[in-house]
């Protein structure tokens, strides 16, 4: 190759990166996801993604031909979502408890998957299993398209508090409230009584026993978390919306967002700012994803993970309770990725071992499969120093948007 040949090609090619590193990065995302430049496949990430992932796939993308390619995929239809705010925007419902009290709530997910394209929410089949115990929670939908529920209350009335550990080892934390409890009867799980075939929906409570006036006086935003979940960052029932809270996670390497709703354990449910729902501790247990009988998917919680907003391996708790950044939980089977996705996910606790981080093996996670070799190999146990395993707590957290 001559030399003006190869300085064209040099050329070229630095053009080519100033264009990459250059590209503009759109205010608002709805529904597809951000726009980007002309033909770029890797682009500087959205604000709120930022600094956990600095590098997102740009458009167009492959997941546009085929979902289960590289790029972003929208899960959840029904929302709009914001990737500067780590906002969505859902579709507010009411009903009614059949002793006369409203329940707003959101719908996230579905046993039929007709239902759920027709919906916009996710589809999960496995989550038919966990119609058990105190998750029977029932509805029957009238005439005017009012859900009547037969029971399940929550109070969104206590205030979300948590006071770490030591500095050195802020988990457990010394006290943890969560900033909404439901009943013995609450259940984020609905089956429809007077539908022709069973369908079991995820229908989270939002707000309880409130008018429409009290809470159209949140359309724009700085909602009283004394009267709807802590998540809320608006609800505007004249509008029929309300606007949640996202986290970030990861799942086979993507990152992803998601909402948390609820959880079995009240610390649990506080570093998770969700309801408190203690019928949840009747979900099925199996322990296996794919076993029939199985309602929950697993979900990796690193517990000491690296510390430090400017250390690109940071994770998991110590690092939450201390720079009130998320955990960057790692997620198993999602839509597009798996069979076997439900909103339900049964936590993994995950504790590097002093080996592991004398060996500098410390990094931060984000395969399930990589995480198991890792604690099959001893590098990462559970709470108790036993193998890595469920222990018991499960979070409700339906999927809404996969960024690459």
Same mark, same amino acid.
């Given at each position: 190759?001559s030399?003006?040949?190869?300085?064209?090609?040099?050329?070229?090619?630095?053009?080519?990166?100033?264009?990459?590193?250059?590209?503009?990065?759109?205010?608002?995302?709805?529904n597809? #996801?951000?726009?980007? #430049?002309?033909?770029?496949?890797?682009?500087?990430?959205?604000?709120?993604?930022?600094?956990?992932?600095?590098?997102?796939?740009?458009?167009?993308?492959?997941?546009?031909?085929?979902?289960?390619?590289? #790029?972003?995929?929208?899960?959840?239809?029904?929302?709009?979502?914001?990737?500067?705010?780590?906002?969505?925007?859902?579709?507010?419902?009411?009903?009614?408890?059949?002793?006369?009290?409203?329940?707003?709530?959101?719908?996230?997910?579905?046993?039929?998957?007709?239902?759920?394209?027709?919906? #916009?929410?996710?589809?999960?089949?496995?989550?038919?299993?966990?119609?058990?115990?105190?998750?029977?929670?029932?509805a029957?939908?009238?005439?005017?398209?009012?859900?009547?529920?037969?029971?399940?209350k929550?109070?969104?009335?206590?205030?979300?508090?948590?006071?770490?550990?030591?500095?050195?080892?802020?988990?457990?934390?010394?006290a943890?409230?969560?900033?909404?409890?439901?009943?013995?009867?609450?259940?984020?799980?609905?089956?429809?009584?007077?539908a022709t075939k069973?369908?079991?929906?995820?229908?989270?409570?939002?707000?309880?026993?409130?008018?429409?006036?009290?809470?159209?006086?949140?359309?724009?935003?700085? +909602?009283?978390?004394?009267?709807?979940?802590?998540?809320?960052?608006?609800?505007?029932?004249?509008?029929?919306?309300?606007?949640?809270?996202?986290?970030?996670?990861?799942?086979f390497?993507?990152p992803?967002?998601?909402?948390?709703?609820?959880?079995?354990d +009240?610390?649990?449910?506080?570093?998770?700012?969700?309801?408190?729902?203690?019928?949840?501790?009747?979900?099925p247990?199996?322990?296996?994803?794919?076993?029939?009988g199985?309602?929950?998917?697993?979900?990796?919680?690193?517990?000491?993970?690296?510390?430090?907003?400017?250390?690109?391996?940071?994770?998991?708790?110590?690092?939450?309770?201390?720079?009130?950044?998320?955990?960057?939980n790692?997620?198993g089977?999602?839509?597009?990725?798996?069979?076997?996705?439900?909103?339900?996910?049964?936590?993994?606790?995950?504790?590097?071992?002093?080996?592991?981080?004398k060996?500098?093996?410390?990094?931060?996670?984000?395969?399930?499969?990589?995480?198991?070799?890792?604690?099959?190999?001893?590098?990462?146990?559970?709470?108790?120093?036993?193998s890595?395993?469920?222990?018991?707590?499960?979070?409700n957290? +339906?999927?809404?948007?996969?960024v690459?």
């Open positions: 190759m030399k003006q040949r190869w300085a064209n090609h040099i050329a070229l090619l630095l053009g080519s990166l100033v264009t990459l590193n250059a590209a503009p990065i759109q205010a608002e995302v709805i597809r #996801g951000i726009e980007s #430049g002309p033909y770029q496949e890797a682009r500087p990430a959205p604000d709120f993604l930022q600094p956990d992932v600095k590098i997102v796939v740009g458009q167009p993308s492959p997941s546009e031909v085929n979902p289960s390619f590289l #790029g972003p995929v929208l899960l959840m239809k029904s929302a709009q979502v914001d990737l500067v705010k780590g906002t969505a925007k859902l579709p507010l419902h009411k009903g009614k408890l059949a002793s006369g009290e409203t329940a707003w709530f959101i719908i996230t997910d579905a046993t039929d998957e007709n239902l759920s394209n027709l919906h #916009g929410v996710n589809y999960s089949p496995k989550l038919a299993y966990g119609f058990t115990g105190r998750n029977q929670r029932t029957t939908i009238s005439k005017d398209g009012t859900w009547v529920f037969n029971r399940g929550v109070d969104f009335k206590p205030k979300l508090s948590i006071t770490p550990g030591a500095a050195n080892a802020p988990f457990p934390p010394q943890a409230q969560p900033g909404s409890v439901g009943d013995n009867n609450y259940t984020p799980l609905v089956k429809v009584t007077n069973d369908v079991l929906f995820n229908a989270p409570m939002v707000a309880f026993n409130q008018t429409e006036e009290q809470l159209n006086a949140f359309c724009n935003g700085k +909602p009283n978390h004394d009267l709807v979940h802590d998540k809320v960052v608006a609800i505007c029932p004249r509008e029929g919306t309300v606007t949640l809270e996202l986290t970030i996670g990861f799942t390497s993507k992803i967002l998601y909402l948390s709703t609820e959880a079995n +009240p610390v649990v449910a506080t570093l998770e700012t969700a309801t408190y729902a203690p019928a949840m501790e009747d979900l247990f199996a322990h296996e994803d794919a076993l029939p199985e309602s929950a998917e697993r979900i990796y919680v690193f517990v000491n993970g690296a510390t430090g907003l400017d250390n690109p391996h940071r994770q998991g708790l110590y690092s939450a309770l201390t720079d009130r950044r998320g955990p960057l790692v997620l089977g999602i839509p597009t990725i798996n069979l076997d996705y439900s909103p339900m996910w049964r936590i993994f606790p995950a504790v590097w071992t002093e080996e592991a981080i060996k500098g093996y410390r990094a931060r996670m984000s395969d399930a499969i990589h995480i198991e070799d890792m604690g099959a190999k001893g590098y990462i146990r559970s709470l108790d120093g036993g890595l395993r469920a222990v018991g707590f499960i979070v957290c +339906p999927v809404v948007y996969r690459n």
